[in-house]
């Protein structure tokens, strides 16, 4: 498995690049967007892309879109909480997770794994089925259960719900859901989804108030848990 | 017959007489004249008195210089202007329309703080003539009366002119005392706000800084010696400290960022039930976490606000009720609606808070006073104080309640706003 850590900040840089090598990683390292997008046509294959905003020289948009453009290597943003808006601008423009400064390495890898396992799916997803919590969601069937018993969706909720599967483990940001949901005009309609949202946590949760399933990404959007 | 001596003295008696009248007409008018003097005077002083009163009730003399104008070119029947320095350091204000040579007659007028044109010492060949607006050791401005010529005005109205000017100067120069006297405490206020607040966040940083510098530093020293528990142990000191030093930066610079003229929200619709369901994953993972329970009235509007705000503020609140309440006792976190507004209310079965404390427990920066206290006052530092700034940033307000049995209530208000409509078509 071959990463790329793009990172300005030498001690935090050598500390990651430590412990994702001993987890057995192949990590190279980049200080700036320059020196990334260099290493990005040079390097061949990568696995995945772990990319820090705040860079010396640009908000690592560019090298999103030159990820995308050939192949679809997963790419995690690493934010600080000033650039709020620019995590949110690089998960609606297709980042696939994030990740708040300061992290622990746990919350790192596993990030890693989830984004891991959707590599290369967005035309075909690799995960089409859902497990965790009495819940199960099986997207070619078009079946959800819960502890066993069918569950009924309207069309909506299904596909709000399908949505959040494809991606499972990973946050889905607010416009994006809008415009794969309800399409591209949508995309300022949040309580759309307040709604929503909340109707499936009725109907899917336990404890609908305090959901361990559909999870909330306050001011970013809705990550259903990793399945497990 | 007419005896002769009579005729003989008639042209006398007539004279007599002539002269008679017309003492008793020049005494007649000078009474009459000294009336009109006396009334023209009195006069004079009660405009004097008039104007004097409102000044000194003026918040801004400066906005009633076109009545001074009025006064000026009453008295000579010319058109008047003027040129005003309330501030210091701050640009002239120009009134009226002099022209480029009565504008600089009215800045040397000013500059020299003395009367200048016709009927004065200086500069009496002037066409216009230039008063100035005398305060105590300066003039705050000048007037100018145009196209006075070579005539002259009466004296009296002269001191009557220069006596309005002076109570417009005085006036201004109150205001420009007032003015720096309030900057200069100001500044003060800020510089020791400031002070208080580094001394403050230096003091919170110090206490997890030190654990972690101790852990840190066992497990490298005496890393080999120590069993694999005890190194689990340190490590996980360092974490939780670098969590509370996360928790103190996150709040301190939002603290900076509210304080900070113009801030602009990132508002939303957002569903109580969600922030809290979020809210209480966070807490969970405290060990003392499972404490808190939640309550939310059903069928809540939704709520237009800064989600991310709205989660700092509600982590903090459960974060203290956690903190100063005994570690058995539940912490309560319940929404509900009343009214027009939307309470966010958690409530603690603690000490609760001395009533002198009340208040101040929302000022940040106040530790440097709590030395009189016996019982160390819950909000170290900034905590409440970034609450209650998200709150007012939502035009909300944050209050704290004394509980019936003992604890505290911090209930934070958020109007509501009329919801947005929901899709018709879509089920």
């Not at chain 1, 980042?95 to 890898?109: C, M, N, Q, R």
């Not at chain 1, 949505?163 to 399409?183: E, I, M, N, P």
């Not at chain 2, 003295?9 to 004249?33: C, S, Y």
């Not at chain 2, 209650?388 to 911090?410: M, T, V």
Request: glycine share 8%; proline share 5%.
């Amino acid at each position: 498995m071959k990463l790329l850590l793009v990172e300005d900040d030498r001690e935090l840089r050598v500390t990651l690049r430590e412990a994702l090598t001993v987890e057995g990683y192949e990590v190279l390292a980049a200080a700036s967007l320059a020196d990334a997008m260099a290493q990005l046509t040079h390097a061949g294959h990568l696995d995945a892309v772990l990319l820090d905003l705040g860079l010396p020289d640009g908000d690592g948009e560019e090298l999103l879109q030159a990820l995308r453009r050939e192949r679809s290597t997963p790419l995690i943003v690493i934010s600080a909480r000033q650039v709020e808006g620019q995590k949110i601008r690089l998960l609606d423009a297709g980042a696939d997770d994030y990740l708040v400064k300061p992290f622990g390495i746990g919350e790192l890898l596993a990030r890693l794994r989830v984004a891991l396992r959707h590599r290369g799916t967005v035309a075909q997803p690799a995960v089409t089925q859902y497990r965790r919590a009495g819940l199960e969601v099986d997207l070619q069937a078009h079946r959800v259960r819960r502890d066993g018993a069918d569950v009924r969706l309207t069309p909506t909720e299904f596909k709000l719900l399908a949505r959040l599967v494809r991606q499972a483990g990973q946050v889905v940001t607010h416009r994006r859901l809008l415009a794969d949901v309800w399409g591209a005009d949508a995309t300022e309609q949040t309580h759309y989804l307040r709604l929503y949202m909340g109707q499936l946590r009725a109907k899917l949760e336990a404890d609908p108030g305090e959901p361990c399933v559909l999870l909330t990404e306050p001011g970013v959007g809705y990550r259903i848990a990793e399945p497990g | 017959m007419v005896p002769r001596p009579l005729v003989q003295f008639l042209p006398w008696i007539a004279t007599g007489a002539l002269m008679a009248l017309a003492w008793a007409g020049w005494k007649l008018r000078l009474a009459w004249e000294g009336l009109r003097a006396a009334q023209r005077a009195a006069r004079l002083e009660r405009a004097l008195r008039e104007f004097g009163d409102q000044m000194r009730d003026a918040d801004r003399p400066e906005a009633h210089a076109h009545e001074l104008l009025q006064a000026l070119s009453g008295l000579a029947g010319l058109p008047a202007a003027a040129l005003l320095r309330p501030a210091c350091g701050e640009p002239d204000i120009v009134l009226g329309e002099p022209d480029a040579n009565a504008l600089a007659g009215l800045q040397l007028c000013a500059d020299k703080c003395r009367a200048l044109g016709p009927g004065t010492d200086y500069h009496a060949g002037e066409p216009d003539l230039y008063l100035p607006l005398r305060g105590r050791d300066t003039a705050l401005g000048a007037v100018t009366l145009l196209g006075l010529g070579t005539a002259t005005l009466a004296p009296d109205f002269l001191a009557h002119a220069q006596a309005l000017c002076d109570q417009m100067g005085l006036a201004l120069q109150h205001r420009r005392v007032q003015e720096e006297a309030r900057r200069a405490g100001e500044l003060a206020e800020t510089q020791s706000t400031r002070n208080a607040m580094l001394a403050s966040i230096a003091h919170d940083y110090r206490t997890p800084l030190a654990t972690i510098m101790g852990s840190a530093s066992a497990l490298q020293t005496q890393g080999e010696r120590l069993t694999h528990a005890q190194r689990q142990e340190l490590a996980g000191r360092i974490l939780d400290e670098t969590a509370r030093l996360v928790r103190l930066t996150d709040n301190t610079l939002q603290l900076a960022r509210l304080g900070a003229p113009g801030v602009a929200l990132s508002s939303d619709w957002e569903s109580a039930e969600e922030i809290v369901g979020a809210a209480l994953r966070r807490v969970r993972r405290r060990p003392d976490g499972q404490r808190v329970k939640a309550r939310i009235e059903p069928q809540l509007p939704l709520l237009w606000c800064d989600a991310a705000l709205m989660s700092q503020l509600l982590d903090n609140l459960v974060d203290n009720a956690l903190k100063y309440s005994p570690a058995e006792a539940p912490v309560e976190l319940v929404v509900r609606r009343v009214g027009g507004q939307a309470l966010f209310a958690v409530r603690d079965r603690g000490a609760g808070i001395a009533p002198a404390w009340r208040r101040r427990v929302f000022d940040a920066f106040q530790r440097g006073d709590l030395a009189a206290f016996s019982q160390r006052p819950v909000g170290s530092g900034v905590g409440l104080a970034v609450c209650r700034a998200i709150a007012q940033a939502h035009s909300g307000s944050l209050s704290l309640r004394p509980r019936g049995h003992g604890g505290c209530s911090f209930e934070f208000r958020l109007p509501l706003r009329a919801a947005p409509e929901l899709p018709v078509a879509a089920p």
